[in-house]
Every structure is written in C-alpha cells, then in structure tokens.
C-alpha cells in the first residue's frame, strides 16, 4: 500500500503542476490512485493510466476553441468532483474485490474506467470536430460542447475511448475485451441521454442565452429549464460510470 501511495502522490502532483488537475482535484486522485494501487496492483494501475493518460492529453488539444465555449459546464483542469465522478466508482469497485474475492468486480472496475474513457474521448475529440452536433433524443442541432449532443467523430471516438480499454483490461488479464467495450461504449451513450433529459439546463437572461452553469459566466443567475437540480454534469458522469459497471459485469455473466 506504501508505494501505491507514493506512486499516486507522484502522479497526482505532476498533474496538478501540468494543470490537468486542481489541488482538490489532485487530493481525490491520490486517495483514489492510492486505493487502486495499492490493493490492485500493476494490472489495476496499468488500467488506470490507461483512462487517465490520454483523457488528459486529449483535454489539452485544442484549449482555445474549448475555452471560447463559455456556455458549457466545467472546463480546464479537473476539480475534485470530476474526478471522484470518473474515478471514485472504479476506487469503490477495487474495495469491493479486495473483501470479497468475487471475480466479477474486475469487470465492474473495467466497465465504469471504460465508461469514463469512452465518455472523455467522445467530448474531448467530438467538441474540436467541425460537425454541428444534434441531439441524441431528438436529432435536433444544438451548440457545440453541449450535453446530450453527438457528431460522427465523437461517437467514432467514443467506441475507440472504450476498445483502448478493453483491450489493454484483455492484454492484462483484467476482463475479456468484448463485454467491456460493449459497457464503455453504453455508458457514453447513457451519459449522454441523461445529458440530454435529466441534465440540469439554465437560461441567462442577461445574455439571452441557454447555458449549462449557474450563474452563467457573465455572473447573472440563471433560470432553470430543464433537467433535475442535482443532476448536474458530475452526477451525469458518475451515473455513466455506473451504468459501465453494472453492464459489464452482466455481459460478462451473459458471454
């Protein structure tokens, strides 16, 4: 657990100096690398820095164009919440082999890191794309970043987030490839209906303008649209993650 410790200490401070991660951001990614490493082990780790490698170099391209979508929710380095809604369901997933030895929680942990990769990947790689994203509900075009909306490319991205995954869960005797892509690649499609349903929406009346925070970044409160208060894009994301774990797990029961 010692070097587990060490090696998620080194990790996160690298990513909170890079910027990828806040200082809240980085103190969730220790205990949560700590728990993973430490009672997982390299393959667990291997798997990790599988999702956490690439979401980071991905959510570095194209900074300027993403910065200019002020509309949309969180954006820059990763706070604590984002990344417990990533990670902390995967951290739990280890626990729960490590006390009762069932086979099936590797599944679970490779099916949410899934979900969170295939999720990142289709975000990061389908907000740069130059296609007007549509609604997943209603096909309807809708701007560029917002939840609930796909391209093309980000949904090619998405299924490549979660194949990086599972075969690298496969290569390392984690879980077979084929019941993990499939759950990633669910869970990037639940995360985004629910961006699109439940997913809290606001309209600034200043600006004349929907938009996915409140206040709106011009700091005039916003009123309420659409979704559920607490539904926001965290609780999305861990609710993708979720649905990554559970679907694995059954598929590979299933397969």
Request: proline share 3%; hydrophobic share 55%; glycine share 12%.
């Amino acid at each position: 657990m010692l070097a587990g410790a060490v090696l998620a200490a080194a990790v996160s401070l690298v990513a909170n100096r890079t910027h990828i991660l806040t200082q809240s951001g980085a103190i969730a990614a220790f205990f949560i690398g700590t728990i993973i490493f430490g009672l997982g082990g390299w393959p667990y780790a291997a798997l990790l820095f599988a999702f956490f490698i690439p979401s980071a170099a991905l959510s570095r391209l194209g900074r300027e164009r993403k910065k200019a979508l002020a509309d949309v929710g969180k954006q820059g380095a990763r706070d604590a919440w984002q990344v417990l809604a990533n990670g902390g369901l995967a951290a739990a997933c280890v626990v729960a082999g490590a006390v009762t030895h069932d086979g099936f929680a590797r599944y679970a942990y490779a099916g949410a890191l899934a979900a969170a990769s295939s999720d990142t990947w289709g975000t990061e790689i389908g907000t740069l794309a130059r296609m007007t994203p549509r609604s997943i509900l209603t096909f309807a075009p809708i701007p560029a970043g917002f939840s609930g909306g796909v391209t093309l490319i980000g949904t090619v991205a998405e299924v490549a987030g979660a194949a990086v995954l599972a075969l690298i869960a496969a290569a390392l005797a984690v879980g077979a490839a084929l019941p993990i892509l499939a759950a990633g690649f669910a869970g990037a499609l639940i995360d985004s209906f629910l961006g699109a349903t439940l997913q809290t929406l606001w309209f600034c009346g200043a600006c004349g303008r929907a938009c996915e925070t409140n206040p709106h970044h011009c700091g005039t409160p916003a009123t309420l649209i659409r979704g559920v208060r607490w539904m926001n894009n965290d609780a999305v994301n861990f609710c993708a993650t979720l649905a990554g774990a559970a679907i694995a797990v059954l598929l590979s029961r299933l397969l």
